[in-house]
Nanobody, 121 residues
Framework: QVQLVESGGGLVQPGGSLRLSCAAS????????MGWYRQAPGKQRELVAS???????NYADSVKGRFIISRDYAKNTVHLQMNSLKPEDTAVYYC???????????????WGQGTQVTVSS
């Protein structure tokens, strides 16, 4: 069973930085795409950043130039370095993995449990 476990959320002042990490486990051979989504209260979940196995990236316009996504393909982890944080970045951040090849099957769209990021003075 594929599982995603996130870490690194918390409270930070405006202008500060946080680094989120997500580790995937469960007899994984490879993962096509890993990324981060976020959901603020009263809003829909939205893509923050994603990276494919060919290192192609996709960022939300609102985070371009401030957030950096990276992957460790050997460890099946994905990280999100968040800099120059703004109050509007406050949300629950979810790790996502798609097209996961395991020793037994191909699996799709797995989500982590979410980690809270709060940007406030």
């Amino acid at each position: 069973q594929v599982q995603l476990v996130e870490s690194g959320g918390g409270l930070v002042q405006p202008g500060g930085s946080l680094r989120l990490s997500c580790a995937a486990s469960g007899s994984i051979v490879s993962i096509y795409k890993m990324g981060w989504y976020r959901q603020a209260p009263g809003k829909q979940r939205e893509l923050v950043a994603s990276m494919t196995s060919s290192r192609s990236t996709n960022y939300a316009d609102s985070v371009k130039g401030r957030f950096i996504i990276s992957r460790d393909y050997a460890k099946n982890t994905v990280h999100l370095q968040m800099n120059s944080l703004k109050p509007e970045d406050t949300a629950v951040y979810y790790c996502n993995a798609d097209r996961i090849a395991t020793q037994f099957s191909m699996e799709y769209e797995h989500w982590g449990q979410g980690t809270q990021v709060t940007v406030s003075s």
